[in-house]
């Protein structure tokens, strides 16, 4: 009866442990995007909350171009609800991919997820307003790749909704997915742009003083396309039956929280700490 036993579940192991480390690989990623994401939500707090708390809305103006206009009622409250909606969903956002959290709480689970979808119809729809009425930095083409990346979150909002509705949550949880990494395309951007200059010392691909260039046209829109594509790669390698693919993947994890976590240094080291001391 044992050597019957101990053939059925020989190979089990073999199956078990690269998801396992697939797995963990995945958390371990997660956990370091969202204090990366937590730091990034307390600086915009610090400085953008600080220069509206001190009355020095012109401040603003320091890191976001044209953030406040003299005059300009709807484009600063579309700069203001676009920044205090950042902050909360940044902070507030992971929660919803706890397993914990949502298997303890489901009502806190359903109404932070209500909260989320609404944060991210308000979020996308005044960033493009912002783009229509102010424009962005890295001109048209920073306008094109902002404006899609809006657009994304409300096709991924609008698809978690119905998958929500119809109680296919297997579905759901990966619109969901798709939601976050496009959400947080932002913070993504800022991660990558300071883990390149680490990488290399230098500005490199672009101009600094126009801001312009072959690397920020690749950013703009990698920002959120790139993250998308690696959660593509991560739903294939789960649906894999070869334990090689998750492996892979689970390297290639690996690998992309470590530039995370150099991004989110470099970026709070030479970037908003200096902004806000």
């Not at 390149?196 to 312009?212: A, K, M, S």
């Not at 690749?218 to 789960?238: D, I, R, S, T, W």
Request: charged share 15%; aromatic share 14%; net charge positive.
């Amino acid at each position: 009866m044992s050597i019957k036993t101990n053939t059925l579940t020989a190979g089990r192991p073999t199956k078990i442990w690269p998801k396992k480390i697939l797995d963990r690989s995945i958390e371990v990623w997660f956990t370091v995007a969202v204090l990366g994401q937590w730091i990034f939500a307390l600086y915009v707090a610090l400085f953008y909350g600080g220069a509206a708390m001190d009355g020095d809305f012109m401040r603003w103006n320091r890191v976001l171009p044209h953030g406040y206009v003299e005059g300009e009622t709807m484009g600063n409250t579309a700069v203001a609800i676009h920044l205090l909606f950042a902050v909360i969903v940044m902070v507030g956002g992971p929660m919803q991919f706890i397993p914990k959290l949502r298997n303890y709480f489901p009502r806190l689970h359903r109404w932070n997820g209500r909260f989320y979808i609404g944060a991210a119809f308000l979020i996308s729809l005044s960033g493009i307003y912002m783009v229509i009425t102010k424009g962005t930095i890295s001109g048209l083409v920073g306008d094109i790749s902002v404006s899609l990346n809006g657009a994304l979150i409300l096709v991924f909002a609008l698809m978690a909704i119905r998958t929500a509705m119809k109680r296919d949550f297997v579905v759901h949880r990966k619109w969901a997915l798709r939601l976050f990494l496009t959400m947080a395309g932002v913070w993504f951007f800022r991660i990558g742009l300071m883990f390149w200059l680490f990488v290399h010392g230098r500005p490199v691909g672009f101009d600094p003083e126009t801001f312009r260039g072959p690397f920020l046209v690749f950013l703009g829109f990698a920002q959120y396309l790139l993250p998308l594509a690696v959660l593509e790669l991560y739903f294939l390698a789960q649906k894999n039956k070869s334990g090689g693919a998750k492996i892979a993947m689970s390297m290639g994890m690996i690998i992309l929280t470590l530039i995370t976590a150099l991004g989110t240094f470099a970026a709070t080291m030479g970037m908003w700490i200096p902004r806000i001391s």
